[in-house]
């Protein structure tokens, strides 16, 4: 059974304060919590119904704390409109970051977190295993950005870095600014490493990061639409440049 203070805790992750104090975020439903075991991630704790302890109890280490919950608590300490069976606390230290190789995204205040999130998964749908996170971005371990994500998260690596990082990536490798008035990307040569650069749901790239841009890129449009959703655009511009 899960006690008052646990689900205060548990409760207190929604919140960037309190997630930074603990050092951990919340992951939930079967199929993200089966990837962080598989992939031997350090999980704080496990909360869980009988049935999907039943079934997966062979899978989990001895030492991983684990609760038994019913429905009802689940629903309390959960962020899902609908509980799917599991949910577990992850430490942020269990996930690595290394040194960029390759292709890369960086993100200039993106904060919409379905933004985020699917930003992300398409990260890891065409290999990009770096996104740097700069200005007011969400924070990529808001419980609605983890789920968006569908486990993603745990494959991608992600940290935020200030201005004079930016500038040290930019002598390193090739940024490439995604902006209405860039170059058609339709004529862009792709190259062994870049780093696209995506701005603000409403405000774009700001004008530091544009000065340490390469060049500037835009997907040419037919309609009359007045921009596209950064996620959407995203999506569009690494098929464009990476395949």
Same mark, same amino acid.
Request: hydrophobic share 40%; aromatic share 6%; charged share 20%.
């Given at each position: ?10 409760? $207190?992750?929604?919140?960037? +304060? ?12 079967? +199929? ?6 598989? =992939? ?5 704790? &496990?909360?869980?119904? /009988?049935?999907?302890?039943? &079934?997966? *109890? ?5 030492? %991983?704390?684990?609760?038994?919950? !019913? @429905?009802?608590?689940?629903?309390? !300490?959960?962020?899902?409109? $609908? ?10 230290? $269990? ?19 379905? =933004? ?25 371990? =808001? ?8 486990? $993603?998260?745990?494959?991608? =690596?992600?940290?935020?870095?200030? !201005? ?7 002598? /390193?490798? +090739? ?14 040569? /792709? ?14 790239? *700001?004008?530091? !990061?544009? @000065? ?5 890129? %835009?997907?040419? /449009? ?13 999506? &569009? ?7």
């Amino acid at each position: 059974m899960i006690t008052k203070a646990q689900v205060k805790h548990i409760r $207190s992750l929604e919140d960037k +304060k309190y997630r930074s104090e603990s050092g951990s975020f919340v992951v939930e439903g079967d +199929k993200m919590v089966l990837e962080l075991i598989q =992939n031997q991630i350090e999980i704080k704790h &496990i909360y869980a119904t /009988k049935n999907w302890i039943d &079934i997966h *109890r062979t899978k989990l280490k001895i030492t %991983t704390p684990l609760t038994e919950v !019913i @429905d009802s608590e689940l629903e309390r !300490i959960s962020f899902l409109s $609908s509980p799917n069976q599991v949910l577990a606390e992850v430490y942020f230290s $269990s996930l690595n970051f290394n040194e960029i190789s390759g292709h890369a995204l960086l993100l200039d205040s993106i904060q919409d977190p379905g =933004n985020m999130g699917s930003i992300i998964r398409i990260a890891d749908w065409f290999g990009i295993t770096h996104v740097y996170c700069f200005g007011q971005c969400v924070d990529v371990f =808001n419980p609605k950005v983890v789920q968006s994500t569908m486990g $993603s998260l745990l494959r991608v =690596n992600i940290r935020s870095i200030q !201005i004079d990082e930016v500038a040290e990536l930019s002598s /390193k490798s +090739k940024l490439i600014g995604a902006t209405l008035g860039g170059e058609n990307i339709e004529q862009i040569s /792709k190259t062994e490493q870049m780093i696209l650069v995506i701005g603000n749901e409403s405000k774009g790239i *700001r004008h530091e !990061i544009i @000065d340490l841009c390469t060049q500037c890129v %835009t997907i040419p /449009k037919k309609g009359h639409a007045e921009s596209l959703n950064a996620a959407v655009a995203t999506g &569009i511009l690494c098929h464009a440049l990476l395949c």
